[in-house]
Nanobody, 122 residues
Framework: VQLQAFGGGLVQAGGSLRLSCAASGRTFSHYVMGWFRQAPGKEREFVAGINWNGGRTFYGDSVKGRFTIFRDIKNNVFLEMKSLRPEDTGVYYC?????????????????WGQGTQVTVSS
């Protein structure tokens, strides 16, 4: 069972990135999927979550209106990030949760990817 996040990089403030999360080893088609991020010295923070069929999405307050989470039929999950700010810098993780509703708590998620670094320069 593996989740792999990729697509991070270095971008200037105001720029955009799209993160992808690929699942393998089992099907996550009925799992809640989430994105979290962690900056140095800070706690892991909820960024966005999506329910199993993509019908409901949730966002952290700091990214509302700038980030979009979506998923495809192949179990991939994406995070479209626009108008990036230096405070968006961190390691971004994708995660899967077998529970039916989206949780903002990282410790409810069952599977985690390895993380991808996003750095936004001012």
């Amino acid at each position: 069972v593996q989740l792999q996040a990729f697509g991070g990089g270095l971008v200037q403030a105001g720029g955009s990135l799209r993160l992808s999360c690929a699942a393998s080893g089992r099907t996550f088609s009925h799992y809640v999927m989430g994105w979290f991020r962690q900056a140095p010295g800070k706690e892991r923070e909820f960024v966005a979550g999506i329910n199993w069929n993509g019908g409901r999405t949730f966002y952290g307050d700091s990214v509302k209106g700038r980030f979009t989470i979506f998923r495809d039929i192949k179990n991939n999950v994406f995070l479209e990030m626009k108008s990036l700010r230096p405070e968006d810098t961190g390691v971004y993780y994708c995660a899967a949760d077998a529970a039916g509703s989206v949780s903002r708590s990282w410790n409810t998620y069952d599977y985690w990817g390895q993380g991808t670094q996003v750095t936004v320069s001012s």
